[in-house]
C-alpha cells in the first residue's frame, strides 16, 4: 500500500491542504479562503474539516505517515504553542497543536511555515542536491528557515531561522517585532509598496504615481512591472529589496558556510530586479562568498536550476531562487510527518533515557 501524508499550509487569506505521497506527488490539492477575521475557532474548524475531508478520501487507498501543518508565527515546538503571529491576529499564546489534536483525535506535526518551506525546498526544489541550506521566503513579510543534514534546524524551542529579523539598518524604519531596520521593513511585498507611496511622497516618482493612480490594487506586483519598464525609481527599490537581502545573506555565507541560500516567496518573482544588487553586496561583505563563489560566471549559476551536474564544484555557495513556488510550504509540511517517523524511535529512545537519569540523579 502507497504511503501518503496530509500536509498543510495556513496563510493570512489561504488554508492550503494537499495530500502528497512519498515520492512528493501532490495527489489532490483544496484551496479554502482562511477567514481570519472570523476568529480562531472559525479558522480551526475550516482545517480541522478540510483535513477530515481529505483522510477520508485517501485511507482506504494508502497507509498516512501523517498530518503536518506549517502555521505563520512563533511557534513553541514543545509546547504546541503559537506565540506571536502577525498573520493571525488573536493568537497569541494559542495551544494551536492541542487543539488541533483534540478536535482531529490523531496527532500532528506543527512547523512554522517558512520552516515548512525550506524543507519542502530542501526535498524537492532547489535544494535537491545539497544537504544545509539556508531559505529566505518574501511576502508580506520575511520568514526564514535553516536545513542542516536535511532537517529544520530548530535551535532551543524551535524558533531558529528568523532571518527576517536581521538587522540591516540599526536606525532603520521600526518593525512589528520591535526591532528596527529588519530585513523585513525593506524587501517584503509590504515594503515595497511601502517604498513605493515613499517615493510617490517626493514627487519625484511620476510613473509611480500614475500607476497607483491607474490601479485600485497598487502593490509589488505593479512596482515590479514598473521596474522592468525601466522606472528608474521602481528600479531604486529594487536595488534597496538586493542590498537588504545582501546584507543578510552575507552574514549567513560568514556564520555558515552552507552550500546554498535560496530566495522564495512571492516577491521572488521580481529576482532580476533585485538580484544584481543582492549578488554584489554578498561579494563586497562576505570574503568567505569570495572565496566559494561558483566558478561560471555568477550570473549563469546564480538563480538558475541547479542539476547535479550543473554544479561547477560541491564546494561552491550557490545563492539561487525556489523552485517550488507557492507550494514549497504545502509540500514542506507534508514531509513532516515523513521525517519524524522515520527518527521517531530513536528520539523516544534518547528522551526516555534522559528520563531515566533525570529521575535517578
Ligand atoms: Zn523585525
Not at 528600479?235 to 534597496?240: D, E, M, S, Y
Not at 560541491?314 to 523552485?323: D, E, Y
Not at 513556488?325 to 528520539?347: Q, T, V, Y
Request: glycine content about 14%; hydrophobic content about 40%.
Amino acid at each position: 500500500m502507497a504511503t501518503f501524508a496530509i500536509g498543510v499550509d495556513v496563510g493570512g487569506t489561504n488554508l492550503r491542504i494537499a495530500a502528497v505521497d512519498a515520492n512528493g506527488k501532490i495527489l489532490e490539492k483544496i484551496t479554502t479562503g482562511t477567514e481570519v477575521s472570523r476568529g480562531r475557532e472559525q479558522v480551526i474548524f475550516e482545517l480541522t474539516s478540510s483535513i477530515r475531508e481529505m483522510l477520508n478520501k485517501f485511507r482506504g487507498s494508502g497507509r498516512l505517515a501523517g498530518i503536518g501543518i506549517g502555521i505563520p508565527g512563533i511557534i513553541d515546538l514543545q509546547s504546541g504553542m503559537l506565540h506571536e503571529s502577525p498573520n493571525l491576529p488573536g493568537w497569541q499564546d494559542y495551544p494551536v497543536k492541542e487543539e488541533i489534536e483534540r478536535k482531529l483525535g490523531t496527532t500532528v506535526v506543527l512547523e512554522n511555515d517558512a520552516n515548512a518551506a525550506a524543507l519542502g525546498e530542501k526535498w524537492l526544489g532547489a535544494g535537491n542536491t545539497v544537504d544545509d541550506l539556508c531559505m529566505i521566503t518574501l511576502g508580506t513579510g520575511v520568514g526564514g528557515g535553516i536545513v542542516f543534514q536535511g532537517r529544520i534546524w530548530h535551535g532551543m524551542t524551535g524558533m531558529a531561522g528568523e532571518m527576517g529579523h536581521v538587522t540591516v539598518e540599526p536606525d532603520g524604519v521600526p518593525c512589528g517585532c520591535g526591532g528596527r531596520g529588519c530585513v523585513e521593513q525593506y524587501a517584503s511585498a509590504t515594503a515595497i509598496k511601502r517604498m513605493a507611496v515613499e517615493a510617490i511622497a517626493t514627487g519625484r516618482a511620476p510613473e509611480l504615481a500614475r500607476a497607483m493612480n491607474e490601479e485600485p490594487e497598487f502593490s509589488a506586483k505593479v512596482v515590479y512591472q514598473m521596474a522592468v519598464q525601466k522606472d528608474e525609481p521602481a528600479l531604486q527599490i529594487f536595488r534597496t529589496v538586493g542590498r537588504a537581502l545582501g546584507i543578510v545573506i552575507a552574514s549567513a555565507v560568514n556564520i555558515f558556510n552552507l552550500p546554498m541560500y535560496v530566495i522564495g516567496g512571492g516577491v521572488a518573482s521580481a529576482w532580476d530586479a533585485f538580484s544584481p544588487s543582492m549578488l554584489e553586496e554578498v561579494r563586497q561583505r562576505s570574503f568567505v562568498y569570495r572565496a566559494t563563489v561558483p566558478q561560471e560566471s555568477a550570473r549563469g549559476v546564480q538563480g538558475t536550476r541547479v542539476h547535479d551536474d550543473a554544479l561547477p564544484s560541491r564546494r561552491s555557495t550557490i545563492i539561487t531562487r525556489a523552485l517550488l513556488g507557492s507550494d514549497a510550504g504545502l509540500i514542506g509540511a507534508a514531509r513532516l510527518p515523513m521525517i519524524s517517523k522515520e527518527s521517531g524511535h530513536r528520539m523516544v529512545g534518547s528522551s526516555g533515557q534522559r528520563e531515566t537519569s533525570e529521575v535517578s540523579s
